[in-house]
C-alpha cells in the first residue's frame, strides 16, 4: 500500500472569520456569522442551504463584489484587503468568472458582443477571436448575431456561461445557474459547465438548491443562519 503523503494543492479560496453585518432600521443585520472556508485549486464545491443562510452573499464576497466587514478573504494568493475597488475590478476581470441565475446579459449587444466584453475590459486585441471560439465551445456559433431576446432561456444562459470563462478563470461562481430553466435544459446547461471546468482546469463553487446536482461536486458545503454547518475544510486523501 501507498503511504506516501499527497502534497496538497494550493487554495483557490481561503476565507478566515468572515463576517458580513448590514444596517437596517431594526439594527445590525448578521448575514455572514464568522465563516472560515478553504476551496483548494481544482475542486468543485457546492453551497447548499435554506433561503436566508448567506449562500448569494458568500458568492459576492469571494467574488469580490462585496466587502466583508469583518475577517479575512484570500483568494487566488491574493488578500482582498489589500486592493481598492480598481484593483478588485481587474483581478476579477482576469481569475473569476461569474454566472448568474438571471443570465445578465447586456439587451442591447449580441451574442458575441456581450462574451467579447470581458475581454476588452483586459484590452485583449483578441477578444472577438476568443469570444467566437467561446461560443462555439457551448454550441452557438449560430447564434453569434442574435441579441439576447432572440435566444431561449437556455442558449441565454450558455451564452452567459461563455462569456464568464472566455478569459479562462481561475475561478468559476455559478450562483442558481439553472433556477430560471426547465430541467431538462437545466440539466444540459450544467453537463456543459462541468465539462467546461474539467477542460479548463478552473475551480468551481456552485450555489444551488438541487442536492442531486450538488453531489456531482467534490464537497458540499451547507450553511444555516449565516454560519457553515459542514464542509468547511477539504477532503483529507484517502491513506
Do not use: W
Request: proline share 5%; hydrophobic share 45%.
Amino acid at each position: 500500500m501507498d503511504h506516501t503523503l499527497k502534497t496538497p494543492k494550493p487554495e483557490a479560496i481561503r476565507l478566515e472569520g468572515v463576517e458580513v453585518t448590514l444596517p437596517s432600521r431594526a439594527g445590525p443585520v448578521a448575514i455572514l456569522r464568522g465563516i472560515d472556508l478553504e476551496v483548494e485549486t481544482g475542486d468543485a464545491i457546492a453551497v447548499v442551504g435554506p433561503s436566508g443562510s448567506g449562500k448569494s452573499t458568500l458568492l459576492m464576497v469571494t467574488a469580490g463584489l462585496e466587502r466583508a466587514t469583518g475577517g479575512r478573504v484570500t483568494v487566488v494568493g491574493t488578500d482582498y484587503a489589500a486592493l481598492d475597488e480598481d484593483g478588485l475590478a481587474r483581478l476579477r476581470a482576469a481569475n473569476i468568472g461569474i454566472v448568474f441565475q438571471s443570465f445578465h446579459l447586456v439587451p442591447t449587444m449580441t451574442a458575441i458582443e456581450n462574451v467579447a466584453l470581458p475581454l476588452e475590459f483586459l484590452g485583449d486585441a483578441r477578444a472577438f477571436a476568443k469570444a467566437r471560439a467561446a461560443l462555439a465551445e457551448v454550441g452557438l456559433s449560430h447564434r453569434e448575431t442574435h441579441f439576447p431576446g432572440q435566444l431561449s432561456g437556455g442558449e441565454q444562459q450558455r451564452v452567459a456561461i461563455a462569456r464568464a470563462l472566455s478569459p479562462r478563470p481561475k475561478l468559476i461562481l455559478a450562483d442558481e445557474p439553472t433556477g430560471n430553466l426547465d430541467l431538462t435544459t437545466g440539466a444540459q446547461v450544467m453537463d456543459l459547465l462541468f465539462a467546461l471546468k474539467e477542460r479548463t482546469e478552473a475551480t468551481l463553487v456552485l450555489i444551488t438548491h438541487d442536492r442531486s446536482l450538488a453531489k456531482r461536486c467534490d464537497r458540499i458545503v451547507s450553511l444555516a443562519d449565516g454560519r457553515i454547518v459542514s464542509g468547511a475544510k477539504h477532503k483529507v486523501a484517502a491513506s
